[in-house]
């Protein structure tokens, strides 16, 4: 049963860089699956970062584009994301998905980890 | 960007009857359309695949239907553990995957 981890700051200053990883367990990132970053400020609703597939395709919020990279590492077996230039409004639980290849949903979800953006 | 709208915002309901959620997309997404499941606290936790699809695990209590723009999840009777907030999300055209707004259905 595939379980995924996010570990990362807890804080990160203003116009500083955001770096997360998620680590996945009981499977290999290798796997025929889109790899997500989805986050939820506080008080709010969801919203979808990214994904990478694990060959290389990445897709992107373009609202984000400019300033996210998600990359995998298939040696360490995760995946991980940076946002750059971070406002208190990127202030927000941070959770890595799994969505299998051609599906809709994320079926898989880490839980969850809150990095705030303050001086 | 397709734009999800859910509603209502909050649902107020007892344990037993049956919750009508709903979801409106501003253009078609065919059946590309998943619902999740947030308690405080927690991950969302998938629950409709493929518009009426049940995700592995999930009772038969939960039901999915619609297409193109409009869809609704059914909660045919609550349980103390279904009050939580309802997200629909849609992979029509990605992306941007998106979201809806969310409804809290609460006791």
């Known amino acids: 049963q595939v379980q995924l981890q996010e570990s990362g700051p807890g804080l990160v200053k203003p116009s500083g860089t955001l770096s997360l990883t998620c680590a996945v367990s009981?499977?290999?990132?290798?796997?025929?699956?889109?790899w997500n970053w989805v986050r939820q400020p506080p008080g709010k609703g969801l919203e979808w970062i990214g994904e990478?597939?694990?060959?290389?395709?990445?897709n992107y919020n373009p609202s984000l584009k400019s300033r996210v990279i998600i990359s995998v590492d298939k040696d360490k077996n995760q995946f991980s994301m940076r946002l750059s230039s971070v406002t208190a409004a990127d202030t927000a639980v941070y959770y890595c998905?799994?969505?299998?290849?051609?599906?809709?949903?994320?079926?898989?979800w880490g839980k969850g980890t809150t990095v705030t953006v303050s001086s | 960007e397709i734009v999800l709208t859910q509603f209502p915002a909050t649902l107020s309901l007892s344990p037993g009857e049956r919750a009508i959620l709903s979801c409106r997309a501003s253009?078609?997404?065919?059946?590309?359309l998943a619902w999740y499941q947030q308690k405080p606290g927690q991950a969302p936790r998938l629950l409709i695949y493929?518009?009426?699809k049940r995700a592995t695990g999930i009772p038969a209590r939960f039901s999915g239907s619609g297409s193109e723009t409009d869809f609704t999840l059914t909660i045919s009777s609550l349980e103390p553990e279904d009050f939580a907030v309802y997200y629909c999300?849609?992979?029509?055209?990605?992306?941007?995957?998106?979201f809806g707004g969310g409804t809290k259905v609460e006791i």
């Open positions: 998905a799994r969505r299998e290849f051609g599906s809709v949903g994320m079926d898989v």
């Open positions: 493929d518009a009426s």
């Open positions: 253009q078609t997404v065919s059946t590309f």
């Open positions: 999300q849609q992979r029509s055209n990605w992306p941007p995957l998106t």
């Open positions: 990478m597939y694990h060959v290389g395709s990445t």
């Open positions: 009981g499977g290999s990132i290798s796997d025929t699956n889109w």
